[in-house]
């Protein structure tokens, strides 16, 4: 085959994924276009990887690559490298293409030439390859004009020029090799969908999406990289700590320890906050001048007390009028950032703090918080009872989730207070890992905290 007669590249990448492999290769040969070329790459496979590979190998169209270990992006550049196509495509070796994706995908990109890259829906399978969801996205830019959720890795097609120019996928991080073109094409290209499943996406433990820690540190790493990028020098990033003397589950929670020898909730938060040289000024917040005091211990030059008024710790009172009073007291610009750091979440890292920041910046928005996605059934009473508002049987869709916000960090524009409101009108948000999101409520949730504490501790001993 002819480069000329090439369109579109498709490469499987495998990494003992043998078992499905088959499935994966025959639903490209199975396509009802013909103008395409495949790249097979296993990536230091330790079961029979390379025999079903090198079975297909004579196929005119079907070129082979094996590789000694190198990771799914130098596997993904490699096969940039070697793309013959005008558009590319990744599946993975566990995956399966509808027989019509790439004619879809492929005449999308003909019609649309200022679009560098379209992703279709996709159905949510087992091992067996039975279907359990199907996955909805609602189309960019006519229906979603909050474009913080990425494209799939895998399943999306881009044009092979625009990937070369972007510099192709970075190799440092191990893993969310789409987030990553992502955040750098959306500066530069448009972007596009098609409300049609057009693959099949298996869910098992062997796969990426289970390795969620590489994967939160490559996203956090991405995010930093592009807010730096955007913000530069402009406006200063500033942590405020809210503490209160009553009004929690028991007085002057903040001064609480977690341990006998160690530091209170209120040294928990100050410490994990003056970690960080992206923040420039860490303000405690209190009625209690105890605090004060406590703030004094530090000698720090970038930590600040503010004092609080009693009335304003009320739980009905938002923290908003305290913020108010520090723009006023601290010189803050509109350009500043605010990152709320509650002691009550004292396993809060600050990445977290950091990636609050830099999604918002990424995005353009105007507030970004820490949310949990609610997988139970949430019910509203309706006229003939209650009715469920957060599930669709095997259709899931983007704008059907329901989040709560994880109470681990917030951030946000100075300037939003102008407009009467902290969060503004372009809010965004981020996942947190479990291990970071155990809020102190009352005295059972302290107690659970000071266990975790010690568990920790001798974990890391």
């Not at 503010?306 to 739980?315: A, F, Y």
């Not at 109470?407 to 300037?415: E, L, N, Q």
Request: charged residues 30%.
């Amino acid at each position: 085959m002819t480069n000329s007669e090439v369109k579109i590249t498709v490469y499987i990448a495998s990494h003992n994924y043998g078992h499905f492999l088959k499935d994966a290769i025959e639903s490209v040969l199975n396509q009802s276009v013909e103008n395409w070329e495949m790249i097979l790459i296993n990536d230091n496979s330790s079961d029979n990887t390379r025999e079903l590979m090198d079975m297909y190998a004579d196929h005119e169209r079907i070129r082979v690559f094996h590789t000694d270990g190198i990771g799914l992006p130098s596997v993904a550049n490699l096969a940039l490298k070697h793309a013959r196509g005008e558009y590319i495509v990744r599946l993975d070796g566990d995956d399966i293409f509808d027989e019509n994706i790439l004619l879809v995908l492929g005449n999308y990109l003909d019609k649309n030439q200022d679009t560098a890259l379209v992703f279709p829906d996709y159905y949510l399978v087992d091992d067996d390859g039975g279907i359990f969801q199907s996955e909805r996205r609602a189309k960019v830019f006519d229906e979603n004009h909050m474009l913080d959720i990425p494209a799939h890795g895998a399943c999306t097609m881009i044009r092979t020029d625009v990937l070369k120019e972007l510099g192709g996928y970075r190799t440092d991080l191990g893993a969310q090799d789409g987030f990553d073109f992502w955040t750098k094409v959306l500066n530069r290209y448009k972007c596009g969908n098609v409300n049609v499943p057009l693959f099949y996406y298996r869910r098992h433990g062997k796969n990426l999406t289970s390795s969620s820690q590489r994967i939160f540190r490559a996203r956090r790493a991405i995010k930093k990289d592009a807010s730096a990028a955007i913000r530069q020098d402009e406006g200063r990033t500033i942590a405020v700590i809210p503490c209160r003397k009553y009004y929690d589950f028991t007085t002057d929670l903040w001064s609480k320890p977690l341990a006998d020898n160690s530091g209170s909730l209120l040294d928990i938060s100050i410490k994990r906050c003056l970690a960080s040289d992206e923040i420039d000024l860490v303000i405690v917040s209190s009625d209690n001048l105890e605090v004060q005091s406590v703030v004094k211990q530090y000698q720090h030059p970038k930590l600040r007390f503010h004092q609080r008024q009693s009335k304003d710790t009320l739980r009905s009172r938002p923290i908003s009028i305290a913020i108010k009073d520090m723009i006023r007291t601290f010189d803050l610009k509109d350009e500043d950032i605010i990152v709320l750091s509650y002691l009550q979440a004292p396993f809060t890292t600050i990445e977290s703090l950091r990636e609050a920041v830099d999604t918002m910046v990424m995005n353009e928005a105007d507030s970004a918080f820490a949310i949990k996605e609610i997988t139970d059934t949430v019910y509203q009473r309706t006229a003939h009872g209650l009715n469920s508002i957060n599930y669709r049987g095997q259709l899931k869709a983007d704008f059907d989730i329901l989040y709560r916000d994880a109470r681990v960090s917030t951030a946000f524009k100075v300037g939003n207070l102008k407009h009467g409101s902290i969060n503004g009108s372009r809010r965004v948000h981020f996942v947190v890992p479990d291990a970071e999101t155990h809020f102190i409520e009352n005295k059972e949730d302290f107690n659970v905290a000071r266990a975790l504490f010690q568990i920790r501790k001798e974990e890391d001993q």
